[in-house]
T-cell receptor
Framework: GENVEQHPSTLSVQEGDSAVIKCTYSDSASNYFPWYKQELGKRPQLIIDIRSNVGEKKDQRIAVTLNKTAKHFSLHITETQPEDSAVYFCAASNTGGFKTIFGAGTRLFVKA | GAVVSQHPSRVICKSGTSVKIECRSLDFQATTMFWYRQFPKQSLMLMATSNEGSKATYEQGVEKDKFLINHASLTLSTLTVTSAHPEDSSFYIC???????????FGQGTRLTVV
């Protein structure tokens, strides 16, 4: 079945440094790759997404890259701030079934 | 963005009883909604796809007779946890997408505690 792997599970960075989270997916039909930020006890919030016809997308301090051939996609957060501390999930879905499969999550700690 | 409302946000029930959780799309119609379960410090695990007017599609390993899903209208899906046990205690969260769009909008989640 569909599977999304996410690394690392925990990431600790100093404020101002960059953070990179990587994911791989198994279903070649996947064509939509959202990233979510989830704070404790709250719903996931979409922070950025990328579609399969695009290789890179940037929104201020956040960027996402996609390599369809290798089935890899990554989240890059630059100039990290303490409020970036949260759990980040990558996900993959497709226009066929629309269901979203999530990675295991990365707990990001940004130290002031 | 679109709004998805989930109710209740917290519920405590006794073992053996049933609990119903509602998921509503407030400002759009959703022919498909999804139900997830999330254990502490773990990812969101897809339980089932709820289809308006038809039977839900359950993921492997999810008991359809235990987790009853009803999608009676284009704005409401319900998840009923039947004969609840302490191991059913978890965070349940729904999502919905506007038709032909990929972005999923999440409800605020329901923390179920079975005692």
């Amino acid at each position: 079945g569909e599977n999304v792997e996410q690394h690392p599970s925990t990431l600790s960075v100093q404020e101002g440094d960059s953070a990179v989270i990587k994911c791989t997916y198994s279903d070649s039909a996947s064509n939509y790759f959202p990233w979510y930020k989830q704070e404790l006890g709250k719903r996931p919030q979409l922070i950025i997404d990328i579609r399969s016809n695009v290789g890179e997308k940037k929104d201020q301090r956040i960027a996402v890259t996609l390599n369809k051939t290798a089935k890899h996609f990554s989240l890059h957060i630059t100039e990290t701030q303490p409020e970036d501390s949260a759990v980040y999930f990558c996900a993959a879905s497709n226009t066929g079934g629309f269901k979203t499969i999530f990675g295991a999550g990365t707990r990001l700690f940004v130290k002031a | 963005g679109a709004v998805v409302s989930q109710h209740p946000s917290r519920v405590i029930c006794k073992s053996g009883t049933s609990v119903k959780i509602e998921c509503r799309s407030l400002d759009f119609q959703a022919t498909t909604m999804f139900w997830y379960r999330q254990f502490p410090k773990q990812s969101l695990m897809l339980m089932a796809t709820s289809n308006e007017g038809s039977k839900a599609t359950y993921e492997q390993g999810v008991e359809k007779d235990k987790f009853l899903i009803n999608h009676a209208s284009l704005t409401l899906s319900t998840l009923t946890v039947t004969s609840a046990h302490p191991e059913d205690s978890s965070f349940y969260i729904c999502s919905a997408s506007r038709d032909l769009e990929l972005e999923a909008f999440f409800g605020q989640g329901t923390r179920l505690t079975v005692v």
